[in-house]
């Protein structure tokens, strides 16, 4: 079973040059997470979707972040233009999106893509 | 007062002892509580996840959950040197997919 995918994994820019960070969630899997992670922050989440539409988009820093889930398979953040502040690990995650009287399903996490901003 | 509290560490163990992790958090309407260890430059990956009071057992691993105290903890038998990493706790509300994670506690297991 692939797990989540992100591309890329590295990507060096150019302060004020548009990144987009793409993610394939695992199969099946209805809800897909964006989070960055930074050594003074630690791991934060940006934004989510369920079944394709924007659930909680709170911890999106500004109006130069944006995300879109146009299907079930495939989801960007684009950052425009972008800072060096911006600099992280940037993850997706993907889980069931299932929420019961229990609990809350497992988010499992992609590899990440380590964007760093000049 | 962070939402979800643990000591950065770094916690050292020797080798084949007991590691202990610990993580507090604030809200009370928190339902479910997840253990992510990650390795330097590498993902989360799901430890543990526990739902209700007491202990969870996995292999080598326990989960202990207290809602009285809003204190979740993790226990690791017989550490190993591949146990060293960063142990991060996440909760959610209950019916919200949205996690919050603590900073995290760096182990490193001593051979």
């Known amino acids: 079973d692939a797990g989540v995918i992100q591309s890329p994994r590295h990507e060096v820019t150019e302060m004020g040059q548009e990144v987009t960070l793409r993610c394939k969630p695992i199969?099946?899997?209805?809800?897909l997470f964006w989070y960055r992670q930074t050594m003074m922050r630690g791991l934060e989440l940006l934004i989510y979707?369920?079944?394709?539409?924007?659930?909680?988009d709170s911890g999106m820093p500004e109006d130069r972040f944006s995300a879109k889930m146009p299907n079930a398979s495939f989801s960007t953040l684009k950052i425009q233009p972008s800072e060096p502040r911006d600099s992280a690990v940037y993850f997706c995650?993907?889980?069931?999106?299932?929420?019961?009287?229990?609990?809350?399903?497992?988010?499992?996490f992609g590899p990440g893509t380590r964007l760093t901003v000049l | 007062q962070k939402e979800v509290e643990q000591n950065s560490g770094p916690l050292s163990v020797p080798e084949g002892a007991i590691a202990s992790l610990n993580c507090t958090y604030s809200?009370?309407?928190?339902?479910?509580f997840f253990w992510y260890r990650q390795y330097s430059g590498k993902s989360p990956e799901l430890i543990m996840s526990?739902?209700?009071?007491g202990d969870k057992e996995d292999g080598r691993f326990t989960a202990q959950l207290n809602k009285a105290s809003q204190y979740v903890s993790l226990l690791i038998r017989d550490s190993q040197p591949s146990d060293s990493a960063t142990y991060l706790c996440?909760?959610?509300?209950?019916?919200?997919?949205?996690?919050?994670f603590g900073t995290g506690t760096r182990l490193t297991i001593i051979p």
């Open positions: 995650a993907s889980s069931r999106g299932h929420t019961t009287s229990v609990g809350t399903d497992t988010q499992y």
């Open positions: 199969s099946g899997h209805n809800s």
């Open positions: 979707f369920n079944n394709n539409v924007p659930i909680d």
């Open positions: 809200d009370r309407g928190s339902q479910s």
């Open positions: 526990i739902y209700s009071n």
């Open positions: 996440a909760v959610s509300n209950f019916g919200n997919e949205k996690l919050t």
